[in-house]
């Protein structure tokens, strides 16, 4: 029997991957956790789904990084920045994630964190990150653009760094995920999926692309797709959404600060930025755990309704590779997770009890059938 040969891997986070790419030097200290390096998952199911089996969608699960989403990237870079710069604490505003990454790399170099969060609209699970990685939490009464607004305020008068991606550190940190793809496909996808908040993920990975190709490390470059929710679409409907709402609650954003930049992302590549559903934004999360096993929050599901709406316009080109950024990990949001119509039932501890519960059983494979 052959044996996986044991190979001694070394463990490093995405400045010290990227730095040629990174403004840092000599003198920055590296606040890491590991962070990036995360799987490109071929996707088994979705392309037959759409019954476009030459397609090969490809799944930059972010979920995997420390935190449960991709703002490590970019928090490493900017809280890294922040301390060699001098600073002794570090604010944003957030709809949950950013918050849980900002208190994670602050809590790992001593700094204070502040972090801001609109009333009632955070997951739970990135509201108890915050937390435990002992940030100071500040409930805003009004939503995301709200207190980001506020965030601004402060720190231009306070000595306290901001970590909002704003701060250009943050998306230069971000955009080693597109490095990362473009190292794993020996060159880059054909089309570039992803769910658009605050807009800062799709300026990154534009970026990111743009610098690889220069630097002579990939040959071509993406169509960028950015997917809002319906009710939190500004760029689509070219308006500010003062009151935005949607069941994606990481993505509930009605003023994006990286407006400008997410546009030149869509018309310097040729792509193009749409809004999908809370419907569909539900059949694409439920899609992706229950036939890919992946389990990544609604926002991230966004980016795959919208590869599903095009791919039903036949928008694809035969054969094309789509990458779809899944942002964050679907245990992040335990309330939206439970709000399907599963059932769960006690039983007596007895055969017959559970044999009753569980129905009818898939016969047995013979060994020539496939596991689907
Ligand atoms: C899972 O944490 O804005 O377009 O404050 O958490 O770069 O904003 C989160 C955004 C997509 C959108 N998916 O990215 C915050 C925050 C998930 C997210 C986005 C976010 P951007």
């Not at 701060?167 to 769910?195: M, S, V, W």
Request: with cysteine.
């Amino acid at each position: 029997m052959n044996r996986i040969k044991k190979v001694p891997v070394k463990k490093i986070g995405v400045i010290e991957r990227y730095q040629e790419f990174l403004p840092v030097s000599d003198r920055t200290p590296i606040i890491s956790l590991n962070e990036g390096n995360t799987p490109l998952i071929l996707s088994e199911a979705l392309p037959s789904v759409l019954g476009l089996k030459g397609l090969k969608i490809y799944f930059k699960f972010e979920g995997l990084n420390p935190t449960g989403s991709f703002k490590d990237r970019g928090m490493t870079m900017a809280v890294s920045k922040a301390l060699e710069e001098g600073a002794t604490s570090v604010m944003c505003a957030s709809t949950g994630n950013t918050s849980a990454s900002a208190a994670a790399f602050a809590s790992r170099c001593g700094m204070k964190c502040y972090v801001l969060i609109p009333e009632g609209k955070i997951a739970k699970g990135k509201l108890l990150q915050a937390f435990r990685y002992g940030a100071k939490v500040v409930v805003v009464k009004g939503n995301f653009d709200d207190a980001l607004e506020l965030v601004k305020k402060i720190t231009a008068t306070h000595p306290i760094q901001i970590v909002n991606s704003v701060n250009p550190y943050r998306i230069e940190g971000q955009k080693t995920a597109a490095f990362e793809i473009c190292d794993d496909l020996g060159d880059a996808p054909d089309y570039h999926a992803i769910p658009v908040g605050n807009a800062g993920n799709i300026t990154a990975y534009w970026r990111g692309y743009r610098e690889y190709k220069e630097k002579g490390h990939s040959d071509t470059l993406p169509k960028m797709l950015g997917f809002q929710a319906a009710g939190a679409a500004p760029i689509v409907l070219n308006r500010v959404v003062k009151n935005p709402e949607t069941i994606a609650t990481a993505i509930r954003i009605g003023n994006p600060a990286s407006w400008a930049s997410a546009l030149k992302a869509r018309d310097e590549s040729g792509g193009l930025i749409e809004s999908v559903t809370d419907d569909e934004i539900r059949w694409a999360y439920r899609f992706l755990a229950e036939r890919e096993g992946i389990f990544a929050e609604p926002a991230s599901a966004a980016a795959v309704a919208g590869v599903v709406n095009l791919a039903k316009r036949n928008y694809f080109k035969k054969g094309s590779r789509i990458a779809c950024t899944l942002t964050g990990s679907g245990l992040k949001d335990p309330e939206f997770a439970l709000s399907f119509d599963d059932r769960i039932e006690s039983v007596e501890p007895s055969i017959d009890a559970v044999l009753k519960v569980i129905g009818t059983v898939p016969p047995a494979r013979t060994k020539k059938s496939s596991v689907r």
